[in-house]
């Protein structure tokens, strides 16, 4: 137990060093409480416990896959280490990224104020599961809560940990291809994104199916749109003509081409919405060479630079030489009263 002990503790501190992560809740009681269970709830689960234990002791790990291991000893700890509370527990959510306001925090908590909250314990177990660890912004939020010794949380309720927030939406343009309808621009966000980039030519690097380029176009903008993938071009060009908008599509790499495009207009406004990576990107950390891989000098030829990022998006890492402002963009409340982050406008207005 106590080798187990040190061994899961300094591997939870070599995760935290690594990662950021600040929400590991384990305290040596519940570890004692988890193993010492005469009668186990739930034995799959312990055995599990028990087998990542001997693994951090005797395995050898490198650094990170063993802070990966603790980190899943501490999340079952808080599930087996204890009674179940019964009563409000309070709850704070700290590691909010710089301008997450206290509007977007109750929005995300699905409690008004800024916090701490004393909640009932099945829905402090609920935001624990939706929020602890998710990164926004490159910073990794952490949900604390002040259990009574002894105590646990009980497991989530099954709609909380199962629930989808993509099915069901009408996608505002006809024509689209599976990733076009993944990565589309809702209409209102696209359309609040035109009013950011006010010049009289906006430049799209990545047009896909065209959704931001198209309200662009419909607000009044001269839009050249890049795209690579000839289907997709296709289809925007399918889609503007259905919504009356007028789009100058190039196809090709946005990395080759936009030297020229920005040579020919100089001082264009420039609008980012690359890629993700797909569905499962959403909790992975990413920066600006990463995922925009647009040289910074680029940015020297351009009025205002807009980034459509994913909510994990590193924002320490907007490149220097512009001044920044962005807005967490979130749905609308889920049927647990909580919205999620969708996306992070970033505007990058010359200095
Ligand atoms: C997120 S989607 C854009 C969605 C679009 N804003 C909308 O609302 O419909 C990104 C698109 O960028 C394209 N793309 C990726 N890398 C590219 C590159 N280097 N040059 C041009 N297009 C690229 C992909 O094919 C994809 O269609």
């Not at 010492?36 to 990170?64: I, M, S, Y």
């Not at 008004?112 to 004393?118: A, V």
């Not at 629930?163 to 291809?177: A, I, Q, Y």
């Not at 889920?334 to 919205?339: C, E, L, T, Y």
């Amino acid at each position: 137990m106590a080798e187990g002990w040190r061994a899961f503790q300094r591997a939870l501190r070599a995760y935290g060093r690594a990662t950021g992560a600040r929400g590991l809740h384990a305290d040596r009681a519940a570890l004692e409480r988890c193993l010492d269970q005469p009668a186990p709830e739930d034995p799959a689960a312990l055995r599990a416990v028990k087998a990542d234990l001997r693994e951090l002791v005797h395995g050898g790990l490198p650094e990170g896959a063993a802070g990966e291991v603790a980190a899943r000893v501490d999340a079952a700890l808080r599930v087996l280490g204890g009674e179940v509370a019964t009563e409000p527990v309070r709850v704070a959510v700290e590691g909010w990224p710089p301008g997450a306001d206290a509007g977007l925090r109750a929005a995300l908590v699905g409690r008004p104020g800024g916090g701490p909250w004393m909640l009932p314990p099945e829905e402090a177990a609920a935001l624990v599961r939706a929020l602890d660890g998710q990164v926004l912004g490159g910073a990794v939020l952490a949900v604390r809560v002040a259990l009574a010794p002894g105590q646990r949380l009980p497991a989530p309720a099954r709609e909380a940990r199962d629930r989808s927030r993509r099915g069901g939406e009408t996608p505002w343009l006809p024509h689209l291809d599976e990733e076009g309808a993944y990565s589309l621009t809702p209409q209102d966000l696209a359309r609040r994104q035109a009013a950011l980039l006010p010049g009289p030519v906006v430049v799209d690097a990545f047009c896909g199916c065209g959704g931001n380029a198209i309200a662009l176009a419909l607000a009044g903008r001269r839009v050249i749109a890049v795209e690579r993938d000839p289907g997709r071009l296709a289809l925007a060009r399918r889609n503007a003509r259905a919504l009356g908008a007028t789009l100058e599509l190039v196809e090709g790499d946005a990395r080759a081409l936009l030297p020229g495009i920005l040579a020919r207009h100089p001082g264009a406004d420039l609008l980012l919405d690359p890629p993700w990576g797909g569905p499962g990107s959403a909790g992975r950390p990413a920066g600006w060479s990463e995922l925009v891989a647009l040289p910074e000098a680029l940015l020297a030829a351009c009025g205002r630079v807009l980034l459509k990022a994913p909510r994990a998006f590193s924002l320490a890492s907007l490149p220097a030489g512009r001044s920044w402002t962005w807005t967490f963009e979130r749905t609308a409340p889920g049927a647990d009263g909580r919205a999620t982050v969708a996306c992070i406008t970033c505007l990058g207005v010359p200095r």
